[in-house]
């Protein structure tokens, strides 16, 4: 007859509780229990499954980057998977008033507490949410929009923070902006408008270094996005490879322009000729 045959009507106050070296709860028989088996694995096991079983709110490791004018997702999801269609979703913005940008409870959006500048503009997928997919749409994002946005579940009282970056970015155009007679030089310059955040812009020549410039200039406009500057002297020695570049770190982006400048006896320097350099 098997253990549990024979102590199959034992009321469950004949054990006494004890502990597994890592932590776990077990539970023993008092000496009324004279069977050796003791089913620790399946008592224990069940408690700890139990115990470990709730679901995490998970978001990415890095700041999400979009583009003004883009759409953009802000991951956001339930793991282990735990079906949210039906429960509260709040996304939101500590630093504004409202700070909701999208709340969900009971099936449907409460359109009322959200920050009026995301009005049709935010979204959950809502066909996913079941999946434990709580993430965030914002359709044409805006500069204003960059900031941390807080992924919060009520369910589980559990949230994470995303950190959206919004960039901006166009390529650099190099024109002619005049002579330099005392050393038979051109005078290039090159402009970049419309980035974000703040880039660099510099000069590079054919193998790739820097090159000695004049300072750059930087204007920020109504619209809060940058336009730099900045102007270059290129003896006409010998042939020159120029590379104008602008870059921004934050975003990972750079733009570059490359123009050829021919040697002195490609041109005679004077105004009139000006335009050969643009030309190669």
């Not at 934050?250 to 733009?255: A, V």
Request: charged share 20%.
């Amino acid at each position: 007859m098997s253990c549990f045959q024979q102590h199959k009507n034992l009321p469950s106050f004949h054990q006494t509780q004890g502990e597994h070296t890592d932590g776990r709860l077990a539970f023993f028989p008092t000496a009324a229990t004279t069977c050796s088996f003791i089913p620790l694995n399946f008592v224990s096991l069940e408690i700890y499954f139990f115990s470990s079983g709730q679901s995490e709110v998970i978001g990415p490791l890095y700041p999400v980057v979009a583009w003004i004018g883009d759409d953009i997702i802000l991951p956001c999801n339930l793991d282990p998977v735990m079906d949210a269609l039906d429960m509260a979703v709040e996304w939101a913005r500590p630093d504004l008033n409202p700070r909701f940008v999208f709340v969900w409870r009971d099936g449907v959006e409460l359109e009322s507490k959200k920050h009026p500048s995301y009005t049709n503009r935010t979204s959950l997928f809502t066909d996913e949410l079941k999946n434990g997919n709580i993430s965030l749409k914002i359709s044409k994002v805006k500069l204003s929009d960059e900031g941390a946005y807080r992924c919060f579940f009520p369910e589980l009282n559990k949230d994470t923070t995303v950190q959206l970056v919004v960039g901006a970015v166009s390529s650099p155009v190099i024109s002619f902006a005049g002579l330099n007679k005392s050393i038979s030089g051109v005078v290039l310059q090159c402009e970049s408008a419309g980035w974000y955040p703040e880039p660099e812009l510099l000069w590079l020549d054919g193998e790739g270094n820097l090159l000695s410039a004049g300072p750059t200039e930087t204007l920020r406009g109504p619209d809060d996005l940058y336009t730099v500057s900045s102007r270059l002297t290129v003896e006409k020695r010998h042939s020159n490879n120029i590379t104008c570049r602008v870059q921004q770190k934050k975003i990972s982006q750079s733009r570059e322009t490359h123009r050829h400048v021919p040697g002195k006896s490609n041109c005679i320097v004077f105004f009139g000729c000006k335009n050969v350099f643009w030309l190669e």
